[in-house]
């Protein structure tokens, strides 16, 4: 049931089951000390953790690895009004164990862009929050 405010909280395993049903999401880092977005395709691990493929000289593996990121993924319907949020908070590192990155060759994301060269990121769900808005709310 949801409360008179119209959104819903979503417990961890909610949280995930989302995720798993979109592939496009966005990681929220910081870029030369302001806040920066960026949409990427994206997948999850067994882990629950969020893996990002990208190019190995991209500006985003500079900026995040090592460090804490959000990742935000999210499906809504205007017409009804309906919807959810999910946040994914962790650290991110870029996978370097030869056997790790093998197994995400076949089982990760793949890039929705043409690369030569990949390289994976790893986000750890740390903190995973999220809500659902349930449509049918009257505008004032």
């Given at each position: 049931?949801?409360?008179?405010?119209?959104?819903?909280a979503?417990?961890?395993?909610?949280?995930?089951?989302?995720?798993?049903?979109?592939?496009?999401?966005?990681?929220?880092?910081?870029?030369?000390?302001?806040?920066?977005?960026?949409?990427?395709?994206?997948?999850?691990?067994?882990?629950?953790?969020?893996?990002?493929?990208?190019?190995?000289g991209?500006?985003?593996?500079?900026?995040?690895?090592?460090?804490?990121?959000?990742?935000?993924?999210?499906?809504f319907?205007?017409?009804?009004?309906?919807?959810?949020?999910?946040?994914?908070?962790?650290?991110?590192?870029?996978?370097?164990?030869?056997?790790?990155?093998e197994?995400?060759t076949?089982?990760?994301?793949?890039?929705?862009?043409p690369?030569?060269?990949?390289?994976?990121?790893?986000?750890?769900?740390?903190?995973?929050?999220?809500?659902?808005?349930?449509?049918?709310l009257?505008?004032?």
């Amino acid at each position: 049931m949801f409360p008179t405010d119209g959104f819903r909280a979503l417990d961890r395993q909610e949280c995930l089951r989302m995720l798993a049903k979109v592939p496009v999401g966005r990681v929220v880092y910081t870029r030369q000390a302001l806040p920066a977005v960026l949409p990427i395709n994206f997948s999850l691990d067994t882990d629950a953790s969020v893996l990002l493929c990208t190019s190995p000289g991209s500006d985003l593996v500079r900026a995040i690895d090592g460090v804490v990121v959000a990742f935000e993924a999210d499906e809504f319907n205007a017409a009804t009004r309906s919807g959810w949020s999910v946040v994914v908070t962790g650290r991110a590192g870029v996978v370097t164990d030869r056997a790790e990155h093998e197994r995400l060759t076949q089982t990760g994301p793949t890039s929705w862009m043409p690369l030569r060269d990949v390289v994976f990121v790893r986000i750890e769900s740390e903190m995973v929050t999220g809500r659902e808005l349930n449509g049918g709310l009257s505008t004032p």
